[in-house]
C-alpha cells in the first residue's frame, strides 16, 4: 500500500508563487509515477504534471509549462510542485496521485486528499 499525503495550498494573488508537497509512504512508493492533477468546479479533471523519482522523465500541462516545476526526493519521500506566477484561472483543488509503472492516468492507483488553491486577480 502507498498512502499520500498533500499539502501547502493556500490564497495567493496572481503572479504569487506557491509550493506544493506530497508525502509518500508505504514499502513500495518508489516504484510509482507521481503527479499533480487540479480540478476546478465546472471543469474537467486535469494532470498537471507528472515526475519520476528522479525527473529523468517529466509531463507538464500546456498550461503549466514554464511556470509549474514538479520535483522529487525520494531519500524524504516527497514530491513538490513549485508553483510561479499564478494565475486566477489555477484556482483548483490539488492532488497529488501515483501512477504505478505501466498503469494509466486515467485511474491513478493513489490519491492524496487534495490541497486547496485560490489565486485572486
Known amino acids: 500500500q502507498v498512502q499520500l499525503a498533500d499539502s501547502g495550498g493556500g490564497s495567493v494573488q496572481a503572479g504569487g508563487s506557491l509550493r506544493l508537497s506530497c508525502v509518500a509512504s508505504?514499502?513500495?512508493?518508489?516504484?510509482?509515477?507521481m503527479g499533480w492533477f487540479r480540478r476546478a468546479p465546472g471543469k474537467d479533471r486535469e494532470l498537471v504534471a507528472a515526475?519520476?523519482?528522479?525527473?529523468?522523465?517529466?509531463y507538464y500541462g500546456d498550461s503549466v509549462k514554464g511556470r509549474f516545476t514538479i520535483s522529487g526526493d525520494v531519500a524524504r519521500g516527497t514530491v513538490y510542485l513549485q508553483m510561479n506566477s499564478l494565475k486566477p484561472e489555477d484556482t483548483a483543488t490539488y492532488y497529488c496521485?501515483?501512477?504505478?509503472?505501466?498503469?494509466?492516468?486515467?485511474?491513478?492507483?493513489?490519491w492524496g486528499q487534495g490541497t486547496q488553491v485560490t489565486v485572486s486577480s
Open positions: 496521485a501515483a501512477v504505478k509503472y505501466g498503469g494509466s492516468w486515467t485511474v491513478p492507483d493513489y
Open positions: 508505504g514499502r513500495t512508493f518508489s516504484q510509482y509515477v
Open positions: 515526475s519520476t523519482w528522479a525527473g529523468r522523465s517529466t
